[in-house]
């Protein structure tokens, strides 16, 4: 039984932000109108409290797509020169159940995961959206100013994180982008003004006040996937326009929802829809003063999706390492 194994140069060698923005917004129009099937992870610590394993399977119809992706997230990795967060996907044949592709999953978690926010910002933002502000400097810094720089014509970047040398490094390090980009001291000189918010921590407690944001802007948060941890202020969360990749995910998984709701702020109503549904023609952003926040918890079909794109192009391409089990 033969597979490809797919390293991460691989991957990256044949996955494009433009395409894999199109492939996300399929992907959600997809699982929100029930041509997935999807459970929600499955989650077990490992040692501590800071450490997480999860099994993410999902099946897709039309076309047909199988997988899984393995995933770790150890946050002591920082300090021993590895990722904190690690993946494999395994992609399977439909119709057999043979196996097709092993995957590095790292990039894919990475990547695809920027396009989905692009995906909800092309949607939801103001369309003369120009400024952006950043909070994070780590790989979903960088790749979320990849994927919003195709949808956006940016005429500013402003990055915080609480390491000033790591944020003056994202700083220089993403000058050849068109437009300037500047490491600020304080997170809410970043986010005041901006049309555009990314929060990419780590942080348990919120890194955002409802104040320093104005109206109209669109916030993409994807830290805080643990039901006891918050990045943004819950005050901002129930003031805000709020949608999610999975309702089933989000009232168990997104601790700024369910503590919101277990705090009485709203309730499970308050997700105003699915950014599939919005994918699908549901209703977004009704004023231009609307504040749209799109609460992201990463889906295995993006996963599943865009292993398959990678798998398809390498084998277009001849990419990759043909291996046999049997062997």
């Not at 999860?54 to 020169?81: D, E, S």
């Not at 950014?275 to 918890?297: M, P, Q």
């Amino acid at each position: 039984m033969k597979f490809r194994l797919l390293t991460e140069s691989d991957v990256r060698s044949v996955l494009t932000m433009d395409d894999l923005i199109e492939t996300m917004a399929s992907a959600l129009g997809r699982f929100s109108a029930g041509a997935v099937v999807q459970p929600v992870r499955t989650v077990i610590p490992v040692g501590s409290d800071k450490a997480f394993f999860g099994v993410m399977p999902a099946y897709a119809r039309h076309p047909a797509a199988l997988g899984a992706k393995l995933v770790t997230v150890f946050a002591a990795n920082a300090g021993c020169g590895l990722p904190t967060h690690l993946a494999i996907i395994a992609l399977l044949d439909p119709e057999s159940g043979a196996m097709l592709a092993l995957l590095d999953g790292r990039y894919i978690t990475e990547a695809r995961t920027a396009a989905v926010s692009a995906v909800s910002s092309r949607l939801l933002a103001r369309k003369q959206a120009s400024s952006l502000a950043i909070i994070g400097s780590g790989v979903q810094a960088r790749s979320h100013l990849e994927a919003l720089a195709r949808v956006h014509r940016l005429r500013h970047v402003a990055v915080w994180s609480p390491n000033r040398k790591r944020r003056e490094g994202f700083a220089a390090d993403a000058s050849a982008h068109a437009c300037p980009i500047s490491a600020v001291d304080h997170a809410g000189e970043a986010i005041v003004g901006a049309d555009l918010i990314v929060l990419a921590t780590s942080s348990p407690t919120p890194v955002i006040e409802s104040g320093w944001v104005k109206p109209g802007a669109h916030i993409m948060s994807i830290g805080a996937c643990r039901p006891a941890e918050r990045e943004i202020d819950p005050v901002l969360l129930a003031r805000a326009r709020l949608f999610v990749d999975s309702r089933a995910a989000a009232l168990v998984e997104s601790g700024d929802i369910v503590m919101g709701i277990g705090e009485g702020r709203f309730g499970a109503d308050h997700i105003a829809a699915e950014i599939g549904e919005v994918v699908n023609g549901a209703g977004g952003r009704r004023t231009e003063g609307d504040i749209t926040l799109f609460k992201s918890l990463g889906l295995a079909i993006e996963d599943v999706t865009a292993a398959d794109l990678a798998l398809r192009r390498a084998v277009e391409r001849g990419v990759g390492t043909e291996l046999d089990l049997a062997s």
